[in-house]
């Protein structure tokens, strides 16, 4: 990353903020799937829906019944059933687009392009996440222009309030989740009034290195019941912290 980028970020942290108070005693923890395989449709969907969960799920449209990463992606029926059982389906760019790099001519026409896809097959939604959690300044002031919110990386509990246009999330890759540290953080979150943001992509026996299996998934979801958390898709949280 080149000096002007660093700059561009680090502005973005400051910038361009719509905060979020963070103050109704009851910790929050939502659970969202990016690029969206099938597996997190079908294994993770259901996972969150046996904990009285729904999810938020990140959709690139270029990638529908599409093969990422050797995972099947998504279907449209799948997208359909997740938002009639109560799930939020939010925008990931049509391309998977890296927004830190792209000129707003180019990210404006690649939201316009997934935002056509949703509207071909009556898909409403409101909420964005920057693909790779790349951002800057620009892109996350025209996010704010376009959504009613957008999600970063760059994880860990919010406390106190969250920024709409840059919320935090914590992955929650088998490959690097410690259960004690992730026990540790919905205590957090719980104790102080937080919201914690967990993200993965499919959802498998046998995980990629972006990857949940369903063994960790349902651990997240029973930590954050036992600690009396509110299970909501982020859209929802949203509301709840407004309310």
């Not at 996972?47 to 990422?68: H, K, M, N, W």
């Not at 790779?132 to 222009?145: H, I, N, P, V």
């Not at 970063?152 to 709409?164: E, S, Y």
Request: proline content about 3%; charged content about 20%.
């Amino acid at each position: 990353m080149g000096i002007r980028q660093r700059l561009s970020r680090f502005a973005a942290r400051h910038m361009g903020c719509r905060w979020l108070p963070l103050q109704k005693g009851r910790g929050v923890v939502s659970f969202s799937f990016d690029d969206v395989p099938a597996s997190a449709c079908h294994t993770g969907a259901v996972l969150l829906e046996l904990y009285q969960a729904r999810g938020t799920f990140y959709v690139c449209g270029s990638l529908t019944d599409g093969v990422e990463q050797n995972q099947p992606c998504h279907s449209v029926d799948d997208l359909k059933r997740l938002i009639e059982t109560g799930h939020e389906v939010g925008c990931h760019t049509f391309s998977h687009t890296n927004c830190a790099n792209a000129s707003d001519a180019d990210l404006a026409l690649d939201w316009e392009k997934n935002q056509a896809f949703f509207k071909q097959h009556g898909i409403h939604n409101q909420g964005f996440a920057f693909p790779f959690g790349a951002y800057d300044l620009g892109s996350k002031l025209a996010a704010g222009r376009r959504f009613s919110y957008a999600r970063i990386t760059g994880g860990g509990t919010q406390t106190g309030r969250a920024d709409l246009y840059a919320l935090k999330a914590q992955s929650l890759y088998s490959s690097k989740t410690n259960v004690d540290e992730l026990h540790a953080l919905i205590q957090h979150t719980a104790s102080a009034g937080g919201w914690l943001i967990l993200y993965s992509h499919e959802v498998s026996d046998n995980p990629g290195p972006w990857g949940t299996s369903p063994a960790l998934l349902e651990t997240a979801l029973r930590l954050a019941t036992q600690e009396g958390c509110h299970l909501l898709p982020v859209h929802r949280a949203i509301d709840y912290f407004l309310s």
